[in-house]
C-alpha cells in the first residue's frame, strides 16, 4: 500500500515556474514507477511526465517537453515535477501515480495509486 501527498501547487504568472513535491508512505517507494498526470476543466486525465524506480529513465508528452522536470529521491521518498515557462494551458489539477511496474507507463491504468490532486493555475 502506498499513499500519496501533492504538494506546491498555486497560482502564477504565464513564463513563471513552480515545483510540484510527492511524498509517498511505505518502505517500497524505491521499487515504484512513478507519474504525474494533469486534468483541467472539461477535459480528461492527461499523462504528463513519468520516471522509471531507479530514476534512470524519464519520459515527458510533447506538450511539457523541454519545460517539465522530473526527478525522484527515493532516500526522502519523493516525487518532483519542475515546472518552468509555464503557459495557461498548463492550467490543471496535477496528480502524481505510483505504478508497481519498474518501468515507465504514460497509461492511467497502469498506475495503481493516486494522490489527491494540488492545483496549478497559471495566468496570463
Known amino acids: 500500500q502506498v499513499q500519496l501527498v501533492e504538494s506546491g501547487g498555486g497560482l502564477v504568472q504565464a513564463g513563471g515556474s513552480l515545483r510540484l513535491s510527492c511524498a509517498a508512505s511505505?518502505?517500497?517507494?524505491?521499487?515504484?514507477?512513478m507519474g504525474w498526470f494533469r486534468q483541467a476543466p472539461r477535459k480528461e486525465r492527461e499523462f504528463v511526465a513519468a520516471?522509471?524506480?531507479?530514476?534512470?529513465?524519464?519520459y515527458y508528452a510533447d506538450s511539457v517537453k523541454g519545460r517539465f522536470t522530473i526527478s525522484r529521491d527515493n532516500a526522502k521518498n519523493t516525487v518532483y515535477l519542475q515546472m518552468n515557462s509555464l503557459k495557461p494551458e498548463d492550467t490543471a489539477v496535477y496528480y502524481c501515480?505510483?505504478?508497481?511496474?519498474?518501468?515507465?507507463?504514460?497509461?492511467?491504468?497502469?498506475?495503481?495509486?493516486w494522490g489527491q490532486g494540488t492545483q496549478v493555475t497559471v495566468s496570463s
Open positions: 520516471i522509471s524506480s531507479s530514476g534512470g529513465a524519464t
Open positions: 511505505g518502505r517500497t517507494f524505491s521499487s515504484y514507477a
Open positions: 501515480a505510483a505504478t508497481s511496474t519498474y518501468i515507465i507507463s504514460t497509461m492511467r491504468a497502469s498506475y495503481n495509486y
